[in-house]
């Protein structure tokens, strides 16, 4: 019996915690990824898990930077805030939240799901700017996963700015977009946030999706942050409010 236990204390101790160098592969290419796990993560049983996708900015094959802007630098500053293990795929340069990077995303949170404690009803996806569009995008492919999302200064109409991408709700024309998109998305919990004076991703692209949803009797928060310009993510991530909530959320 003490055996038994000196192996399972040993084993404990062997998780290793913090931002975690991770790889998966999705056909036959191999993508460099992070992870963010709690320095208690053996103190609970279950996790919450948050998949997280970056912008532009941050695309690459190091497996890192995506880990410094948004959600990551909001746990580097206040991890306490934060008690989730937390997965940070990378999308390719000249690539986007869409087709196979979408995949990938996708592949990188359920390895992770496999290798460590995660609760699968609380489960969630954000990301800003061209993240932001992952979200809505990823979202609607598999609604299934996630308990809830957060697209930040994101859009779902498409941007002349990032051509080659694939459209949120294929198979829709402009009328019905909106209305395919709050069909699929109604029963999701979800708060967008965007900066009034975004110049990068114009307002619109938050304010048309959460009217549709809203119209459509959706569980929908919208938050505009006045006088905000693209940047509305560190304001996002930091807020107390926000965090209450996103851990309440729970898929039934």
């Given at each position: 019996m003490l055996v038994l236990l000196l192996g399972i204390a040993a084993s404990l101790q062997q998780v290793q915690t913090g931002f975690l160098d991770r790889t998966v592969t999705v056909s036959g290419t191999a993508y460099r990824y992070q992870v963010y796990v709690p320095?208690?993560?053996?103190?609970?049983?279950?996790?919450?898990?948050?998949?997280?996708l970056h912008g532009a900015g941050e695309r690459g094959d190091d497996g890192?930077?995506?880990?410094?802007?948004?959600?990551?630098?909001?746990?580097?500053?206040?991890?306490?805030?934060?008690?989730?293990?937390a997965v940070f795929p990378q999308v390719p340069r000249?690539?986007?939240?869409?087709?196979t990077p979408g995949d990938m995303a996708i592949?990188?949170?359920?390895?992770?799901?496999?290798e460590f404690k995660v609760d699968p009803t609380r489960v969630y996806l954000t990301g800003l700017s061209m993240g932001g569009h992952g979200t809505w995008y990823v979202a609607y492919r598999r609604p299934d996963l996630f308990?809830?999302?957060?697209?930040?200064?994101g859009w779902i109409r498409e941007f002349p700015q990032f051509r080659g991408s694939q459209p949120v709700v294929p198979d829709a024309d402009s009328a019905s977009t909106m209305p395919k998109l709050a069909q699929r998305l109604g029963k999701l919990p979800i708060w967008i946030f965007h900066g009034e004076v975004d110049r990068v991703v114009n307002v619109n692209g938050s304010r048309e999706p959460f009217a549709a949803l809203k119209a459509a009797g959706a569980?929908?928060?919208?938050?505009?942050?006045?006088g905000l310009d693209h940047?509305?993510?560190?304001?996002?991530?930091?807020?107390?409010?926000f965090v209450r909530w996103l851990f309440a959320q729970q898929r039934r």
């Open positions: 320095a208690d993560y053996a103190s609970k049983p279950s996790w919450p898990a948050i998949l997280f890192l930077i995506q880990t410094n802007v948004g959600l990551g630098a909001a746990i580097r500053q206040k991890s306490s805030r934060y008690p989730a293990i000249d690539s986007q939240w869409v087709g592949a990188a949170l359920q390895q992770t799901m496999r308990a809830a999302i957060v697209p930040i200064c569980d929908v928060r919208y938050t505009e942050l006045l940047n509305s993510w560190d304001a996002a991530y930091g807020s107390e409010e």
